[in-house]
């Protein structure tokens, strides 16, 4: 089977370089775009199930590519964005000046610290992963569409990593990732694919 894992597009606290963890921000007008060019790439692509977040922001998006697909979206709670605590919607200046401590710690090794009144990405990994498990225990091919830490926590269990790789993975806006899944083993064969945002 194939799993397919999506990004959601922007939202204006992307734009704002906010932190933004279970806040439910809608996407902007740029995000709703990259959405529609997200879906259009994935059109031809054979999907047995869509699954989303419960974030506006992954729904809307989840919703786009459905449309090509004739798919209902199933909703899994446990695919939200990691619990930002109290750092919701500070942007880096402002996480400087008030947790310039817990910034430090994060920059040097993202899995060493849990978000001050939220999650780790322990505590990110251990919610998502039996929802992975699930969703590869049938021969179907899936989409997923979540959000950066979730899809990062993903690949790192997927390739047997320790989370402090975390740091190193990026996955942009509307990017797609895809795995290849056969007895158990998972091989990535795309990682953060945003070829088609640049492409009108």
Known sequence: MRLTLVRHGETLWNQ?????????????????EQAEKLALSLQNEHFDRI???????AYATAQAIAVHHALPITVENDLHEL????????TFPELQLRYGEFLSKWL??????TMPQGESLQDVQDRVWPVIQRITKTSE???VVSHSFVIITILCK????????????????????????ENGT????????????RHS
């Open 158 to 181: 997927a390739r047997n990593l320790s989370l402090s790789h975390a740091k190193e993975m990026r996955v942009g806006v509307a990017s797609k990732t895809c795995l290849e899944i």
């Open 16 to 32: 704002a370089k906010k932190i933004q963890g279970i806040a439910d921000i809608e996407l902007s007008n740029l995000g709703l």
């Open 141 to 143: 091919n899936a989409l």
């Open 83 to 90: 619990n930002a605590g109290e750092l919701e919607g500070l």
């Open 186 to 197: 998972m091989d990535v064969v795309s990682f953060n694919d945003t070829d088609h945002l």
């Open 51 to 57: 699954i989303s977040s419960p974030l506006k922001r």
């Open 108 to 113: 040097g090794d993202h899995s060493s610290v």
